[in-house]
């Protein structure tokens, strides 16, 4: 498949970007603050037990986000306190890794577990989470991926 911003690229390089320079020291900061950028972005990046009481608020009956996001501050858990965005940033990705599913209700994005996100909740309350604390964790790290 072709590149649709090939020429672009090309067309910004010539005329827009021609006079610009970038020293390598500016170029190694420029990256790592794109690294960090995507790193926080992945799953493995959030807290094991925040993903497991997300998982645990949606046990019962399908949420949207600000309800997720109310219940967890309600259980003091303040992972999203100045960042809510990136709740949604999380579902998101529960969501790609097939843990959760979501569902448009009166213009509300609803989500709810699915069968593999059952699989893990029921997993941690049995216990298993204790003795294979590499549970979420290797969700979590496979979601990274």
């Known amino acids: 498949m072709n590149d649709p911003f090939l020429n672009f690229r090309k067309s910004m390089k010539k005329n827009v970007f021609k006079d610009l320079s970038f ?3 500016r170029k190694a900061r420029v990256n790592e603050a794109i690294q960090a950028k995507r790193s926080s972005s992945t799953l493995h ?8 009481e997300i998982l645990k608020s949606l046990q019962l ?16 858990e303040h992972s999203f306190l100045h960042n809510e965005g990136q709740l949604y940033t999380l579902l ?22 699915t069968t593999k996100g059952r699989k893990y909740l029921a997993a941690a309350s049995r216990k298993e989470y204790a003795k294979h604390p590499f549970l979420l964790k290797d969700l979590l790290e496979e979601a990274a991926l």
Request: glycine share 2%.
């Open 45 to 52: 990046s959030f807290n094991e037990d925040t993903v497991l």
């Open 92 to 113: 998101h990705l529960l969501e790609n890794k097939e843990v959760l599913v979501s569902m448009w209700r009166a213009d509300k994005k609803y989500y709810a577990l």
């Open 61 to 76: 009956v399908a949420k949207h986000g600000f309800e997720i996001s109310t219940q967890l501050f309600q259980k003091e």
């Open 23 to 25: 020293t390598e020291e």
